[in-house]
């Protein structure tokens, strides 16, 4: 393949899978606020984050990148639930004292009624977590016993009602969502490395390349594109 045609189709990768991305997080900056590279929705960074042009890192002492809430982080168009994926890459320097690890969330606590989704990984599992507009919960987890020090490229899609989680290119698990399983448009913002409300399952490692789309998922193809062997396939401006 020749070097025009290389890149076109790089392009053309990228354009499928982030062609409906509504924030896209680098998370390569070593000063200021953590870029939105599509919206401007640019996050605060609360504690002690390490940064060193290629990651930030999270320690388990309530270090967060805030967001705050905004419709496109909510997958819904008022009515019908949207297709959505999130998409982060991750290393662990440990699993905690619980074993647990917030992602990225947008959720408060549960006495709070102002929940919408979490994932997360949880005693040896990924999980996605998310609520409807009576406040059911409804999730879908994986087996997942992370490496020290390697790297993982996860995300959760939806296409029409099925949602599903992956890792390193591969869709591990698919569940379909209950019938009438509307989405909850809520205030809470978004959390990169914790969540909102306890200290108790913050991420000990390392977080980049994090993007939220919101109105189409992603394939198989579109995941296996994105993994790169291993490289991943940043964001195009």
């Known amino acids: 393949m020749g070097i025009i045609a290389a890149s076109r189709l790089r392009e053309g990768l990228r354009n499928s899978m982030f062609g409906n991305a509504v924030a896209y997080y680098r998370l390569d900056e070593t000063t200021g606020d953590s870029i939105d590279l599509v919206n401007g929705y640019n996050g605060t960074l609360n504690g002690s984050i390490g940064r060193n042009g290629e990651y930030y890192t999270f320690h388990p002492e309530n270090e967060f990148v805030a967001i705050a809430d905004k419709d496109d982080f909510s997958f819904t168009d008022g009515t019908n639930n949207t297709n959505f994926v999130i998409k982060t890459e991750v290393v662990f320097k440990s699993l905690g004292i619980n074993n647990r690890a917030w992602l990225v969330s947008k959720r408060e606590s549960l006495s709070s009624g102002v929940q919408e989704w979490q994932f997360i990984y949880i005693q040896n599992n990924l999980g996605f977590y998310i609520w409807d507009t009576s406040n059911n919960e409804f999730n879908i987890s994986t087996e997942f016993t992370p490496t020290i020090g390697q790297k993982y490229i996860i995300g959760v899609t939806l296409n029409g009602t099925t949602l599903s989680l992956f890792i390193d290119g591969v869709i591990e698990q698919t569940e379909n969502l209950p019938v009438g399983f509307t989405f909850f448009n809520g205030s809470s913002i978004v959390k990169l490395g914790d969540e909102a409300f306890t200290t ?3 991420l000990d490692g390392k977080l980049k390349e994090t993007v ?11 995941i296996t594109d994105n993994y790169n062997n291993g490289n991943g396939i940043t964001y195009n401006l």
Do not use: C, Y
């Not at 939220?212 to 579109?222: A, D, E, L, P």
């Open 212 to 222: 939220i789309v919101k109105g189409n998922g992603w394939t198989q193809q579109n």
């Open 200 to 202: 108790r399952v913050t």
